[in-house]
């Protein structure tokens, strides 16, 4: 990753392995120095979602939200193949492969090392981490590899879109074949307060301003006062995580990097499927790199909420989905560098 790159990203984003890491140590001080904290925390809690998580998931996604133009949908005719590659990989490939991996690795490869409860409860966070695709860092990944921004926001939007109807039925299904029963009402409950009510108040905020004040204003000046908003929410929601998982990190160690292999290995698959199928399609690559990265990385925030609401805090599923937030920035970065050293491989953009 070239200096002139990793400049294009925030400070926060470009450390956020660094700051995840950070958070992990003083969380897990807290919860072991000062337990009192994630007890006062704990009491906080409506129809099983702890409203502390939930207003620092707002925080986090509600500027992510306001970054998506919908109107932007009406261009989808124009070059459709990119985005059936997009919704092919991330809804009909990628929660199926994240099962299928995961099951490998906590069932069979490492059989010995975790015991049936914790693989249930490790493969229950890796299928949120499967099904719930990008829709906020990829803007990040797009700039970084020469993305077409008008053509990522579309796929970003129609993702956003896509999650509202398919992530519920498809979580529920492979957890069910997992045996991890979770009711429908908690899950729909999630995405609702995860996913439609921030979405809905970044539309509504962003068709105000720019009424208002005119969309170069919104874009230039109104859209950076969020920038670092949503890595703070984030980074303050997993120290209150980590606080509450204190005594299982301690306890296993190890399992922080057993959960890490199959999650690394499946976003390396996934970004692959993606980028070659680009590639046999014939599109240029400021559509194509953009196109992987969705698929390989992950809405982790949302996947963190899900897997809270459902297993609670101190849940080894919890713990899975953050050790996603651990892993997604390097491997991201690895990925970014693959697609810079290969333009050649597409056709010249149009």
């Known amino acids: 990753m070239s200096k002139e790159n990793t400049a294009q990203m925030g400070f926060f984003q470009r450390y956020l392995t660094v700051w995840v890491a950070i958070c992990m140590v003083v969380g897990v001080l807290i919860g072991k120095l000062l337990p009192g904290v994630p007890e006062f925390f704990d009491q906080f809690e409506y129809a099983e979602v702890s409203i502390p998580t939930a207003i620092l998931i707002w925080v986090m996604i509600y500027p992510m939200m306001m970054k998506v133009d919908f109107q932007s949908i009406k261009d989808i005719r124009k070059n459709p193949k990119g985005l059936y590659v997009t919704w092919v990989v991330n809804w009909l490939i990628k929660p199926f492969t994240m099962y299928g991996i995961a099951v490998l690795f906590f069932y069979v490869i490492f059989k010995g090392l975790i015991t049936e409860d914790l693989a249930k409860e490790y493969l229950a966070g890796a299928i949120l981490l499967g099904a719930a695709p990008c829709t906020a860092m990829v803007f990040v990944w797009s700039q970084l590899t020469k993305g077409n921004p008008a053509y990522t926001i579309v796929q970003v939007a129609t993702n956003d879109l896509i999650i509202l109807i398919a992530f519920v039925p498809i979580v529920k299904l492979l957890l069910g074949v997992s045996n991890v029963s979770v009711p429908w009402d908690t899950l729909i409950l999630s995405v609702v307060l995860f996913v439609v009510v921030p979405l809905t108040a970044g539309i509504l905020t962003r068709i105000f301003v720019t009424k208002r004040k005119g969309l170069v204003y919104f874009e230039n000046q109104f859209l950076p006062k969020f920038d670092n908003a949503t890595i703070i929410g ?54 194509a790199a953009p196109a992987g990265m969705i698929g390989a990385s992950n809405f982790f925030e949302l996947a963190v909420a899900v897997a809270i609401a459902l297993f609670g805090m101190d849940s080894p599923a919890a713990l899975a989905t953050t050790v996603g937030v651990l892993t997604e920035v390097p491997i991201m970065l690895i990925l970014v560098k693959i697609a810079n050293k290969t333009p050649h491989w597409f056709p010249k953009q149009k």
């Open 234 to 287: 984030l980074l303050l929601m997993l120290i209150l995580l980590f606080s509450f998982q204190g005594d299982v990190i301690l306890s296993n160690p190890l399992h922080i990097l057993l959960i890490a292999v199959p999650l690394t290995i499946q976003t390396f698959l996934i970004f692959f499927i993606a980028y070659f199928a680009a590639k046999f399609l014939k599109l240029s690559h400021d559509v």
